[in-house]
Nanobody, 133 residues
Framework: DVQLQASGGGLVQAGGSLRLSCSAS????????IAWFRQAPGKEREGIGS????????YYADSVRGRFSMSADDTKTTVYLQIGTLKPEDTAVYYC??????????????????????????WGQGTLVTVSS
């Protein structure tokens, strides 16, 4: 099993930036996709981005495209979520999750699925991002 740990959250002023990390207990195999989700108070968990370890393909939800970006380090043990131009509505607990890429539909379809979270069997514990206005 893959064990994940998300970190890097904190209190940030609007307009600032933050980099979250998703670290694995082992390195990520090339056939894994790593996704970031977030859950704001009183709202459902939403997928915001995915990163294919094998070919570094990324996909972002419309709500964050252009402000968020994902990358991985050369050791393939950590996937990053760079968050730019933070807004108060970005306040949420951010989670990373992993799944075998072959078990997932194409990203464009994946992010439309209301059951997206169920397709990821491995989850980190979440890290809180609070954006002050």
């Amino acid at each position: 099993d893959v064990q994940l740990q998300a970190s890097g959250g904190g209190l940030v002023q609007a307009g600032g930036s933050l980099r979250l990390s998703c670290s694995a207990s082992t390195f990520f195999w090339d056939y894994y996709t790593i996704a970031w989700f977030r859950q704001a108070p009183g709202k459902e968990r939403e997928g915001i981005g995915s990163f294919s370890i094998g070919d570094h393909t990324t996909y972002y939800a419309d709500s964050v495209r252009g402000r968020f970006s994902m990358s991985a380090d050369d050791t393939k043990t950590t996937v990053y979520l760079q968050i730019g131009t933070l807004k108060p509505e970005d306040t949420a607990v951010y989670y990373c999750a992993a799944a075998e890429s072959d078990s997932l539909p194409t990203p464009r379809l994946l992010f439309k699925l209301p059951t997206m979270t169920r397709l990821f069997p491995y989850w980190g514990q979440g890290t809180l991002v609070t954006v002050s206005s």
